[in-house]
């Protein structure tokens, strides 16, 4: 065994030479291929004209806001609720903000600011506008859209409306009083989050059949998580006949500070404006 030791030794080191050498061959020829092949930039141009980037961004992109005609209201002498219905389609951005602008008889009004929450529809309005000169036509106008982009970072809200009913203009009487009782709507909303909330606005809208017909709004303080309440709003005017009442409950999910115990995002702030 001894006698062939030398001989072992240089076979191993002829093997080790031969292992190395094969390693750099290896490496020559690979290196060699990517210079025929072109840089890095070039590649990643390559991969830049074989891949459609602008249809990925542009399906990244949120879909536009929806809305419908102005309409306007009458409420008392000289005295119009103006109104629009806002739709935001997008299941992951929310509108942080957007300017309205109501246009009456060609003359703009003062803007006014909005947000939608995603898949969510809602009115935007001025109520009380007095109109010296009376109504003949409303245009609106919205700008100034600001999104945010939604990464499973808002929290879950949800607020339950039930029983909504509408009881129009009666007059009554107790003993030897009459009196008048106004047209109203009453509901019941349930605080189905895990949050308390300093204010919740609410919007009714009463319809016949598919044109809006009315519409009021109502502002609750202090509403806790799980909390029921039973809530009204009632009209002064006339009113004619009504089908339906749909409630929208208004409260901007983006709004930490509507939260009575803080309430820590967990994504990023980052408003986006488009």
Do not use: C
Not at 257 to 268: H, R, T
């Amino acid at each position: 065994m001894l006698t062939h030791r030398p001989l072992l030794k240089k076979i191993l080191i002829g093997a080790g030479i031969f292992v190395v050498l094969l390693i750099y061959t290896l490496a020559v020829w690979n290196f060699i291929k990517f210079i025929r092949a072109g840089t890095f930039n070039t590649m990643a141009q390559q991969a830049n004209w074989t891949y459609d980037w602008a249809s990925y961004h542009q399906s990244r992109q949120p879909q536009a806001i929806k809305n419908s005609p102005a309409q306007f209201f009458s409420v008392a002498s000289r005295k119009y609720n103006l109104v629009a219905v806002v739709e935001n389609s997008n299941e992951d951005w929310s509108v942080a903000s957007l300017d309205y602008t109501f246009i009456i008889n060609g003359q703009e009004l003062e803007s006014q600011t909005a947000f939608i929450n995603p898949e969510e529809k809602r009115l935007v309005t001025k109520m009380g506008y007095e109109a010296v000169t009376g109504i003949s036509k409303v245009e609106i106008k919205i700008d100034n859209i600001k999104w945010y982009r939604v990464e499973n970072d808002l929290p879950e809200i949800n607020f339950e409306v039930k029983e909504a009913k509408f009881f129009p203009a009666t007059r009554q009487t107790v003993g030897e009083d009459t009196f008048d009782v106004p047209a109203r709507v009453t509901w019941q909303a349930k605080n189905w989050s895990l949050f308390n909330f300093w204010d919740v606005t609410w919007q009714v809208v009463l319809m016949s059949g598919a044109k809006i017909v009315a519409v009021n709004e109502l502002n609750t303080r202090d509403f806790l998580s799980l909390e029921s309440r039973d809530l009204e709003v009632v009209w002064l005017n006339d009113l004619s006949r009504i089908g339906t009442v749909e409630i929208y409950p208004i409260l901007n999910k983006l709004d930490f500070d509507n939260f009575k115990e803080l309430y820590i995002e967990p994504g990023s702030d980052e408003i986006y404006k488009l």
